[in-house]
């Protein structure tokens, strides 16, 4: 059954995926309470899993793959069971960034030919559909698993397990820091904006235009009725404007990293609010790189000279902070591997940027060059090639944080294993006849 968990979130990441090509026949191939797994699903997974040559193609292939979605829906039938709940707040952001990266500003009829699509709302609704279910699987493991814990002791047993000729190949990795400059909006872009959001204010304000039908015709956020929120949940400038008004007031223009917009305080009570808001953004591309590469340039200069370290410099003049971003200028600028180390595999590591690590030696420091950020703004930024780790044997002492997060991760999928074992009793499951032979979940 570990096959399971390692299949587990990459099923998860394309089980709804739109791949393009031959259809499969589909029909149901599992039913788990009111959850279903299509044939499509299993098949879409295994020709991509194929294609990235992540596996051969076989029978076995679909049986696993087919396991770690009936899984999934174990997990996601079992968090309703036992009301897990999901962060909606959370879901919508994730939504947001993932949908701005996928649209970058195409038209109706330009997304629906990139993806091969006839109904784009439904397409939206499948999306929002498919990162729910990963946040609750999510949600479900850390439940499940909160009280896993492991000694060293345990770490050390489970090292000298593995065969000596058997241990794993660590790859070359390498600790890399950055400092970002979020280029300004130029000014004829700003004013651009900040006129045409200044005429919808009007006829709200001076008209007596519906706030509601001004947010459908024109904001850029089509989720403009916010609902409630807490205090802290939106960025600075927003909130501040909030909790400035009285309910049923609409503000002036406020401007945010989003965007400017004009926003209504529904109600209040504490800390808590319930707002709407019409939002219009700018052309990100409409942006002034020149002064921000000469800053970050000359900052460059100042840390090769020793008159200024790097991390300081992060920690005083990176924008990378906040929503869309990775969160480096709090930690002097050192970027974070995918689990949450400084030491990043040159197997995940951007492609951009160990190209131009190939061109440094370690402690260099680069020109400034222009890069996108998560939400896919063009930034400015200046990197630090901080420290390299040539490939390796795994060594106890010498790797002993990978070595826990491994065994760690080990007990954790034994600690599932046991819950799916009498979940899988606690849920209607029912597997299409043809799939028999899987045995999937040890069920007959």
């Not at 026949?25 to 194929?50: G, R, T």
Request: with cysteine.
């Amino acid at each position: 059954m570990k096959k399971i968990v390692v299949l587990l979130f990459f099923c998860l990441g394309l089980a709804k995926s739109y791949a393009q090509g031959r259809e499969v026949a589909d029909k149901i191939v599992a039913k788990i309470d009111n959850q279903i797994v299509l044939l499509s699903d299993v098949e879409q997974i295994a020709a991509q899993m194929v294609q990235e040559k992540k596996a051969p193609n076989t029978p076995e292939l679909r049986c696993q793959i087919l396991q770690s979605l009936v899984v999934s829906k174990v997990l996601i039938a079992k968090a309703e069971i036992d009301s897990v709940m999901i962060d909606e707040l959370e879901l919508e952001e994730d939504f947001k960034q993932r949908w701005e990266s996928i649209s970058q500003k195409k038209t109706d009829d330009e997304l629906k030919e990139l993806l091969g699509i006839d109904n784009l709302e439904m397409f939206k609704s499948d999306l929002r559909t498919q990162l729910r279910d990963q946040m609750t699987v999510n949600k479900m493991r850390e439940h499940i698993t909160r009280n896993v814990k492991i000694t060293p002791s345990e770490v050390r047993k489970f090292f000298n397990r593995i065969p000596k000729d058997s241990l794993p190949v660590f790859p070359t990795e390498m600790e890399v820091s950055q400092i970002v400059k979020n280029p300004p909006l130029l000014k004829e872009e700003k004013e651009r904006v900040k006129n045409r959001l200044e005429q919808v204010y009007k006829r709200i304000v001076e008209d007596k235009q519906n706030f509601e039908e001004m947010a459908g015709m024109y904001s850029d956020d089509k989720n403009w009725d916010l609902g409630w929120h807490k205090r802290g949940n939106m960025v600075p400038e927003f909130e501040a404007m909030v909790f400035k008004l009285k309910p049923g007031e609409v503000s002036k223009i406020v401007e945010t990293q989003f965007g400017y917009h004009i926003i209504k305080l529904v109600d209040r009570r504490g800390d808590e609010f319930y707002a709407k808001h019409i939002l219009m953004m700018p052309d990100w591309e409409q942006v002034d790189l020149k002064e921000a590469e000469r800053f970050l340039d000359s900052l460059a200069i100042k840390i090769r000279q020793d008159s200024l370290s790097f991390e300081k410099a992060a920690l005083q003049y990176s924008d990378d902070k906040g929503s869309g971003s990775m969160n480096t200028a709090s930690n002097g600028g050192r970027m974070p591997a995918e689990d949450g180390n400084y030491s990043i595999s040159i197997r995940e590591m951007d492609s951009f940027i160990l190209d131009m690590l190939d061109n440094m030696q370690v402690n260099d420091v680069s020109n400034a060059h222009t890069f996108r950020t998560f939400d896919n703004k063009k930034a400015i930024r200046i990197i630090h090639y901080k420290a390299k780790h040539p490939a390796h044997v795994a060594d106890f002492n010498k790797d002993y944080p990978k070595i826990q997060q491994v065994a760690l991760s080990e007990k954790k999928n034994k600690a599932l294993m046991e819950w799916l074992e009498k979940a899988k009793n606690q849920v209607f499951i029912d597997i299409d006849p043809e799939y028999a032979p899987c045995n999937i979940l040890g069920l007959k």
